[in-house]
């Protein structure tokens, strides 16, 4: 059974950072398309940062140069560096995977392309 668990969200001070931690099992994190998409409040969940099978990365623009996402397979574990914190960065941050053709293993995906989540980490800048 597939299972995405996230760990490290928190409150912050504007211009601070945070490291996210998402423990994935029941599939190689290495083989599909896994990321970050983050909720507040209100609006639609929108896509942050996703890695595809062969280590590309994507990213929303507005976080851009601030995060930063990254794996490792021996831990089957992705991470999302948040540096420069921003008060327009708070959400409740998901972890998601999906076996995706990495063409469309990219940030502007609709999160509907995704089965498997995780519950949910919340991050207050």
């Known amino acids: 059974q597939d299972q995405l668990v996230e760990s490290g969200g928190g409150s912050v001070q504007d211009g601070g950072s945070l490291r996210l931690s998402c423990v994935v099992s029941?599939?190689?994190?290495?083989?599909?398309?896994i990321g970050w998409f983050r909720q507040a409040p209100g609006r639609e969940r929108e896509g942050v940062a996703l890695?595809?099978?062969?280590?590309?990365?994507t990213y929303r623009g507005s976080v851009q140069g601030r995060f930063t996402i990254s794996r490792d397979s021996a831990k089957n574990t992705v991470f999302l560096q948040m540096d420069s914190l921003k008060p327009e960065d708070t959400a409740m941050y998901y972890c998601?995977?999906?076996?995706?053709?990495?063409?469309?293993?990219?940030?502007?995906?609709?999160?509907?392309?995704?089965?498997?989540w995780g519950q949910g980490t919340q991050e207050l800048a």
């Open positions: 029941g599939y190689t994190i290495s083989s599909i398309c």
């Open positions: 998601a995977a999906q076996n995706l053709q990495n063409a469309l293993c990219r940030v502007g995906i609709s999160s509907l392309y995704f089965e498997h």
């Open positions: 890695i595809d099978s062969v280590g590309r990365t």
